[in-house]
């Protein structure tokens, strides 16, 4: 059995790997400062504490995207919930990252024969935060590889990877930059 500390050392290396592999290769049109990031949880864990992500997410300039900061633990509240929620259903899936939606990613994402599922906001239940149920909601019958949401006029659209390790969640983002005519926003 790996200690705590090897384990969330070993979770940083393979975080960082990923992220490093991100870098200058993720479609500029993917990205969104503030939404777009990475995150990979150490086995077991229960709070934002036990999930690393890249400290402010990726960024675009000009039209390169890079990691914004360093991979640090419980530097994405967001993200956390999304790998928590999902790793409820499914343990071994530790690793999620957000991106931008547009129609041509889903329909990429759906070409590359990725298991995907679409959020659709009118049927959530009232009381229950819109992202946890919505997660929850893909992942009745095992954790999908993509979820879709599509957002809503406060709630910007955007797609949910999930993977074993991060480096599954990269090659995944990096397929699919490869397949996205560029176009201006």
């Not at 070993?10 to 990475?38: C, D, F, P, W």
């Not at 077991?44 to 991979?71: H, I, K, L, N, P």
């Not at 949401?149 to 659209?157: E, K, Q, S, T, V």
Request: with cysteine.
């Amino acid at each position: 059995m790996t200690s705590p500390d090897r384990q969330r050392d070993e979770v940083l290396a393979e975080l960082s790997k990923a992220t490093a592999s991100l870098g200058g290769t993720m479609a500029s049109v993917l990205a969104v400062k503030g939404i777009t990031n990475i995150g990979y949880a150490i086995r077991g864990a229960r709070d934002s504490a036990g999930v690393a992500a890249v400290t402010g997410g990726f960024e675009v300039q000009g039209d390169t995207v890079r990691a914004a900061g360093a991979c640090t633990f419980d530097a994405d509240a967001a993200l956390a919930a999304i790998i928590l929620t999902a790793s409820k259903f499914d343990p071994v899936m530790r690793s999620a990252a957000t991106i931008r939606f547009t129609d041509e990613a889903g329909q990429i994402l759906e070409g590359m024969f990725l298991e995907c599922c679409t959020v659709d906001r009118r049927g959530k239940p009232p009381g229950i935060g819109t992202m946890d149920w919505g997660i929850a909601s893909c992942c009745k019958e095992g954790v999908p590889e993509a979820i879709i949401d599509r957002g809503n006029p406060d709630h910007l659209p955007r797609i949910h990877l999930f993977g074993e390790k991060p480096g599954d969640v990269a090659a995944n983002i990096i397929m699919l930059s490869n397949r996205i005519i560029p176009i201006e926003l």
